[in-house]
Nanobody, 116 residues
Framework: QVQLVESGGGLVQAGGSLRLSCVAS????????MGWYRQAPGKQRELAAA???????DYADSVKGRFTISRDSAKNTVYLQMNSLKPEDTAVYYC??????????WGQGTQVTVSS
């Protein structure tokens, strides 16, 4: 069983920055894709950013130019650098990992709250 542990969430003012971390219990080179999803109250979970094993990245239109996803295989960690945060970025942010067999794993989530 794979465990993903997120950290780095918190309360920040609009315009501020946060960096989220997702540490995997095993080597992330076994995952074809890792991503950060977010879920605001009363809304569906949505993709914020994802990165493949080849380091290709994909972003939701709403975060392009503000968020950057990266991975450090030596630390089994994926990061989400979030800049110019807006109140609408407030959500629980979840890390997801997918492997070659179609299996996927979720972390427990970390709360991000952006005040206006």
């Amino acid at each position: 069983q794979v465990q993903l542990v997120e950290s780095g969430g918190g309360l920040v003012q609009a315009g501020g920055s946060l960096r989220l971390s997702c540490v995997a219990s095993r080597s992330i080179v076994t995952f074809t894709r890792m991503g950060w999803y977010r879920q605001a109250p009363g809304k569906q979970r949505e993709l914020a950013a994802a990165i493949t094993s080849g380091s290709s990245s994909d972003y939701a239109d709403s975060v392009k130019g503000r968020f950057t996803i990266s991975r450090d295989s030596a630390k089994n960690t994926v990061y989400l650098q979030m800049n110019s945060l807006k109140p609408e970025d407030t959500a629980v942010y979840y890390c997801k990992a997918e492997n070659y067999f179609g299996n996927y794993y979720w972390g427990q989530g970390t709360q991000v709250t952006v005040s206006s």
